[in-house]
């Protein structure tokens, strides 16, 4: 690797220490699915995201629950001593991005056969606080 690039690469993972984030690789959900229920919760505060997870019927807001909770986790781990309330953390980035493709055969009439895929997808939360959200406004 030449230095330009690690020197870039280091830099990216410093910025990374500072952020507290959790990521849940192939669930196998399809992404358009968990798509609707990522952006009810983009830009929202953790208690809020919290209850509308709770609540909401879809499949994939049990799975994003525990991944803000695990985010959550991690941002105490990094503040050590900080209160969560007091903080005013929120959800700042929050991505849903396509993973692998199991392809499987479905019998059809006349000794066809139709492909199905099961889709899955990687999903990355970020958290933020209220200073941060103040400082990109203004």
């Known amino acids: 690797?030449?230095?330009?690039?690690?020197?870039?690469?280091?830099?990216?993972?410093?910025?990374?220490?500072?952020?507290?984030?959790?990521?849940?690789?192939?669930?196998?959900?399809s992404p358009r699915k968990m798509?609707?229920?990522?952006?009810?919760?983009?830009?929202?505060e953790i208690q809020k995201a919290l209850g509308i997870l709770k609540y909401t019927k879809n499949h994939a807001s049990i799975r994003l629950e525990k991944l803000l909770l695990s985010a959550i986790a991690n941002w105490q781990i990094k503040n050590e001593g900080a209160d969560v309330e007091e903080a005013g953390l929120y959800?700042?980035?929050i991505s849903v991005d396509s993973a692998r493709q199991l392809k499987r055969i479905r019998t059809a009439p006349q000794g066809r056969a139709h492909r199905i895929r099961k889709r899955s997808n990687h999903v990355t939360l970020v958290l933020g606080t209220k200073e941060d959200k103040q400082k990109v406004q203004d």
């Open 91 to 93: 959800v700042k980035e």
């Open 1 to 29: 690797m030449g230095s330009r690039k690690r020197l870039s690469n280091e830099r990216i993972k410093e910025a990374n220490k500072q952020v507290a984030f959790a990521k849940l690789n192939n669930v196998p959900t």
């Open 35 to 44: 798509r609707l229920v990522v952006d009810i919760i983009r830009g929202v």
